[in-house]
């Protein structure tokens, strides 16, 4: 939002809560039967927000009327378990999938699933979520990763093989195609079926491309990055660790680019001024790094926020710290929020 007399832009601060977190302060479980019902999910979102708002009732006043859940689960594994991986489940740590190439298939025989038949429990999952409570809770698309999140989660630490040696390259492209092919008519089904836009903006998670060089993210991720862009609408990348300059180069040449998420100690002055240059101003979406907030002081919080709102100022900016850990002090993290406030109070910005 902007100020129009001060052309400053409001701040907004997020902040999303590990499982371990979770388990141990809301009594959420990662067990199989969590994912494979909805109304228990619900149940454990509305008890979620009540935690918040008795631990932290200056950052969380209210509840909300409306839960929003997201269907089948934050989506870690939708991708996974539609290619057939199988999915370990935990009471404290988020399900993740086990490869199954070579293993299991080899590449040239890996192919477009049943769509149809592999989502059929999100649909009879939203179905049930809407003969119970109506229109009273909000069902919004899971996270499906991107292309190579979800070619690493198919192959393991053998696609880096595939993309990084010259040898096999052919073998990385071919995944690679079928992932894309695979992630945008996903993309499309959930659409569908939550009725939502053919087009509009979506997220696609970079998380593996951290252990790839710029050369190797233009050569591929950049190029299945775009094909999904052009056929799904404006895509906002999420990037993990810290960014090369280098690589926010490159997240500009993706075809309607409306901004990135970044990690700590990415050089978000680099970002901006690479971001103003585009025709819009995309959104900056920085990091606090969760084990910061974990160990350092309160002042030493305040200070690494006050370092981001200065050199990611003069556009659209979300500061969050996602995968807060257990045991994390109060006061860092209502400091983090406080000095957010403090900032738009200054500036005079009003929501």
Same mark, same amino acid.
């Given at each position: 939002?902007?100020?129009?007399?001060?052309?400053?832009?409001?701040?907004?601060?997020?902040?999303?809560?590990?499982?371990?977190?979770?388990?141990?302060?809301?009594?959420?479980?990662?067990?199989?039967?969590?994912?494979?019902?909805?109304?228990?999910?619900?149940?454990?979102?509305?008890?979620?927000?009540?935690?918040?708002?008795?631990?932290?009732?200056?950052?969380?006043?209210?509840?909300?009327?409306?839960?929003?859940?997201?269907?089948?689960?934050?989506?870690?594994?939708?991708?996974?378990?539609?290619?057939?991986?199988?999915? !370990?489940?935990?009471?404290?740590?988020?399900?993740?999938?086990? $490869?199954?190439?070579?293993?299991?298939?080899?590449?040239?025989?890996?192919?477009?699933?049943?769509?149809?038949?592999?989502?059929?429990?999100?649909?009879?999952?939203?179905?049930?979520?809407?003969?119970?409570?109506?229109?009273?809770?909000?069902?919004?698309?899971?996270?499906?990763?991107?292309?190579?999140?979800?070619?690493?989660?198919?192959?393991?630490?053998?696609?880096?093989?595939?993309?990084?040696?010259?040898? !096999?390259?052919?073998?990385?492209?071919?995944?690679?195609?079928?992932?894309?092919?695979?992630?945008?008519?996903?993309?499309?089904?959930?659409?569908?079926?939550?009725?939502?836009?053919?087009?509009?903006?979506?997220?696609?998670?970079?998380?593996?491309?951290?252990?790839?060089?710029?050369?190797?993210?233009?050569?591929?991720?950049?190029?299945?990055?775009?094909?999904?862009?052009?056929?799904?609408?404006?895509?906002?990348?999420?990037?993990?660790?810290?960014?090369?300059?280098?690589?926010?180069?490159?997240?500009?040449?993706?075809?309607?680019?409306?901004?990135?998420?970044?990690?700590?100690?990415?050089?978000? !002055?680099?970002?901006?001024?690479?971001?103003?240059?585009?025709?819009?101003?995309?959104?900056?979406?920085?990091?606090?790094? $969760?084990?910061?907030?974990?160990?350092?002081?309160?002042?030493?919080?305040?200070?690494?926020?006050?370092?981001?709102?200065?050199?990611?100022?003069?556009? $659209?900016?979300?500061?969050?710290?996602?995968?807060?850990?257990?045991?994390?002090?109060?006061?860092?993290?209502?400091?983090?929020?406080?000095?957010?406030?403090?900032?738009?109070?200054?500036?005079?910005?009003?929501?």
């Amino acid at each position: 939002m902007t100020d129009i007399n001060n052309n400053f832009y409001a701040v907004m601060a997020n902040t999303e809560f590990s499982s371990r977190w979770l388990a141990k302060n809301v009594g959420w479980t990662f067990k199989r039967e969590i994912y494979e019902d909805p109304l228990k999910r619900v149940k454990l979102k509305k008890k979620y927000h009540e935690v918040l708002n008795e631990m932290f009732p200056e950052i969380y006043p209210t509840t909300p009327t409306k839960i929003t859940i997201i269907l089948g689960g934050p989506g870690i594994t939708t991708m996974s378990m539609l290619f057939g991986c199988k999915i !370990k489940y935990n009471k404290e740590i988020e399900p993740w999938a086990m $490869p199954i190439i070579p293993n299991i298939i080899e590449p040239f025989h890996l192919k477009m699933p049943n769509i149809n038949d592999g989502f059929l429990y999100l649909a009879e999952q939203y179905d049930k979520i809407r003969e119970t409570y109506g229109r009273r809770v909000k069902i919004v698309e899971p996270d499906l990763q991107g292309p190579l999140n979800i070619a690493f989660k198919l192959c393991g630490d053998k696609i880096f093989h595939y993309i990084g040696i010259k040898s !096999k390259k052919h073998i990385g492209r071919h995944i690679l195609q079928i992932v894309t092919d695979t992630y945008i008519e996903a993309h499309k089904w959930i659409r569908r079926l939550l009725k939502k836009k053919a087009r509009k903006a979506f997220i696609v998670s970079e998380c593996t491309s951290y252990f790839i060089s710029p050369q190797t993210f233009e050569e591929f991720n950049l190029i299945y990055d775009t094909q999904a862009a052009k056929e799904l609408g404006p895509i906002f990348v999420h990037s993990c660790g810290e960014t090369s300059n280098e690589k926010i180069d490159l997240f500009t040449k993706l075809p309607e680019f409306v901004g990135a998420e970044l990690g700590f100690g990415t050089d978000l !002055k680099y970002a901006r001024t690479i971001f103003k240059n585009e025709n819009s101003n995309p959104l900056i979406y920085a990091r606090i790094d $969760p084990r910061r907030i974990l160990n350092e002081t309160f002042q030493q919080i305040r200070e690494d926020v006050n370092w981001i709102l200065k050199t990611a100022q003069g556009g $659209p900016l979300t500061i969050s710290c996602v995968g807060v850990p257990y045991g994390t002090p109060r006061k860092n993290i209502y400091t983090f929020h406080e000095t957010c406030w403090k900032y738009n109070e200054q500036k005079n910005i009003n929501f």
